[in-house]
């Protein structure tokens, strides 16, 4: 049985284990069938609480006590400098299918997300990093991270790495992503996001598979960035178990993650939201446009802040 889980590869300080999720994930989801899936952005601008987690959630599996603000200043592994702050994607492994969104697009949600500067490096196969992807294409995420560790630019606030390939992490199976905030370096998979993965030869829905490439981004770059899993409310930054989790995951991030991200970047929260807004509607995600442009428009767009516990 094949199953999927969004990882956070914590560094050696606190090696996390993570148990098998109990309930079967490949399959495709209902957004892979047409369906549309009703978002938290539909429920109006304001932040939603986490509701306890149901069987085989990434909560019910891993429970977590999430982090407040007061932990992440104190944790986090690096602190950004003028000289270091730049983000740096990258892909690595064969030709991606045609559904994969383009490193361009991915960059400047990436920028208008985070508000630190991206780049782009080349792209580089799984040979020339002196890695080989066992058949059917699958190879360890820490493999990866370690070779990719010696290409980091001296100006990179982090280095995230995507593939085709499907990735395994040691203690839980296939993973969508892993990464290391000591290390400064994540990979991240786009092979599950695709419905050819699970039906041998159906065509994508682009706008299914941009809208999951995109959280799964801001979720490992989040990790990146030091940001642990969100246990307070709906957050990009919560645990994900399986697709249909990273369906359900809103495109944004909580009060205290966004404060978190301020704390980072130092960026205004008004004109994030309006980047957001029109990298959404530019790419015809209306849920999430709608969303962020109320968002930006409200008194306090970072808050109001409740428990950073459930
Ligand atoms: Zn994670
Ligand atoms: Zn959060």
Redesign the pocket.
């Known amino acids: 049985m094949v199953l999927a889980v969004?990882?956070?590869a914590c560094d050696q300080r606190a090696p996390r284990q993570l148990a098998l999720p109990a309930a079967p994930v490949d399959a495709p989801t209902a957004a892979d069938a047409g369906v549309t899936v009703v978002h938290i952005e539909d429920a109006g601008p304001g932040f939603q609480r986490l509701a306890p987690p149901e069987q085989g959630d990434w909560q019910a599996l891993h429970p977590e006590p999430g982090q407040t603000v007061a932990e992440f200043v104190r944790d986090r592994p690096h602190q950004l400098s003028r000289t270091r702050r730049t983000l740096y994607l990258m892909f690595v492994s064969g030709q991606p299918r045609d559904a994969t969104p383009k490193l361009t697009v991915l960059a400047s949600f990436v920028r208008a997300f985070f508000g630190l500067p991206v780049k782009l490096l080349p792209a580089t196969s799984l040979k020339a990093l002196g890695l080989r992807a066992p058949s059917p294409a699958r190879l360890a995420a820490k493999r990866l991270r370690r070779r990719l560790a010696a290409k980091i630019p001296v100006d990179a606030a982090a280095l995230l790495a995507l593939t085709d390939v499907d990735l395994t992490s040691d203690s839980v199976g296939s993973v969508f992503?892993e990464?290391s905030a000591r290390l400064r370096v994540g990979v991240a998979s786009v092979a599950r996001l695709h419905l050819g993965f699970y039906v041998y030869g159906a065509p994508s829905n682009k706008k299914v598979v941009l809208r999951r490439s995109l959280t799964l981004l801001a979720?490992?770059i989040?990790?990146l960035l030091g940001i642990e899993?969100c246990t307070a409310y709906r957050c990009v930054?919560n645990?994900?178990a399986s697709l249909r989790e990273l369906d359900n995951l809103p495109a944004h991030v909580c009060p205290h993650d966004l404060r978190k991200l301020v704390l980072t970047s130092e960026f205004d929260e008004r004109a994030r939201y309006r980047r957001l807004a029109a990298f959404y509607v530019q790419h015809g995600l209306n849920h999430e446009a709608i969303w962020a442009d109320a968002r930006g428009r409200v008194d306090d767009p970072t808050g109001p802040v409740g428990p950073a516990r459930p």
């Open positions: 969004l990882v956070m992503g990464a979720h490992e989040g990790h899993h930054m645990g994900v």
